[in-house]
């Protein structure tokens, strides 16, 4: 076989490995797990296991909810939170909660804002708090997460929902979280909200981004007892307080730019039992209309994820043009060279690529015609890891609303 040949058929190879072999990430049938009523739930405190339950436990009353914070970091949000904040303040949820919006050096009147929509609608109380700039050895979410939760903690919550800035929640949303994470001993239950999918730039690369993170951090792995793959997304996190405060969070990952997978790793490092999966009813407002906006989001973190390294840099690109780019090009250098196996072994592969790439598509209702450029919006997604690269070994860094963190150095003991 040709040189060509060799590289369509390695193609197909990964292909049927990722198909079948990793994690089936390319299913979206991971929803919030079941939920039942108060007074099902385990008693998790006196270790009653989840999945078993002796017919003699004491039980939660039935109206008794845990007091939940929701901690909001928020740096220059006035665009977003007049339709996000409106969605917190009308969460129906039977206990008590309270809203902590953590206005994070904002410019744009982010707190006035906040306590204005607070007052014209009502609803969850809401407190705004401005813990100053980051010390040292911080990034600037984490920050202001820490003054959140350490907020709540004065308050004694027994959970946290972390949540972006830009995140809407359906009314039902909180409810629905604390009653996943009580019904089967969860300490943290994360959702991917739905971005927000409208221009054209959009349709092609948002569906993508979560299919590419899917594929990196395989759902079924990061929810199955005794995984070692730990994973959350961090515009919407339920974390019970006893969790966090065990795994030492925020302070222990207080560096960390890929904020909430370090999150997850901490709670699961100390015992937690994690959870992940996609939203239906819970939405990021951002808007990203324009390439450049895209760009930046995924450019700024991205090669913080490959922890800095040229070398898995290098191997990123190269699996990239193998996985993705190479069955185009066989198929067509197949055709046009009369090579039947590289056609052949090409086509196919990108056939296996197209299809796995459908139910993504067809979860966030976006045509399905749009499958197979799939190679073409791996092309960007590898562009924009490589400039990630290139503006780090420039002195930018991970650059986001004007803070720009440098290559992670050891945190100072406190």
Known sequence: MSAVAWI?????????????????????????????????????????APDRWPDAAVREPADHWPDVAVVVPARDEAEVLPVSLPSLLAQAYPGRAEIVLVDDGSTDGTGELARSLSERHGGLPLRVVCPGEPEPGWTGKLWALRHGIASARADGSGYLLLTDADIAHEPDSLRELVAAARTNGLDLVSQMARLRVASGWERLIVPAFVYFFSQLYPFRWVNRTGARTAAAAGGCVLLRAEAAERAGVPESIRQAVIDDVSLARAVQRTGGRIWLGLADRVD????????????????????????????????????????????????????????????????????????????????????????????????????????????????????WKGRTYARPEAAPDR
């Open 284 to 399: 990021s407002v951002r808007p990203y209309p324009r390439l450049a906006n895209l760009w930046r989001m995924v450019s700024r973190s991205a090669y913080a994820q490959l922890l800095h390294s040229p070398l898995l840099l290098t191997g990123t690109v190269v699996g990239l043009a193998l996985v993705y780019l190479a069955p185009p090009v066989t198929l067509c250098a197949g055709v046009w060279g009369h090579d039947a196996a590289a056609g052949w072994a090409g086509g196919l592969a990108w056939a296996v690529m197209t299809g796995t790439y459908l139910p993504m598509l067809r979860y966030y209702r976006q045509p399905l015609l749009l499958a197979p450029l799939l190679p073409f919006t791996a092309l960007l997604y590898l562009l924009m890891t490589v400039d990630s690269a290139v503006q780090h070994y420039r002195g930018r860094g991970a650059a």
């Open 8 to 48: 369509a058929v390695g193609s197909l190879a990964a292909w049927g490995w990722l198909l079948l072999g990793q994690g089936f990430f390319w299913r979206t049938d991971q929803r919030l797990p079941r939920r039942e009523a108060p007074d099902q739930w385990p008693d998790v405190a006196a270790g009653e």
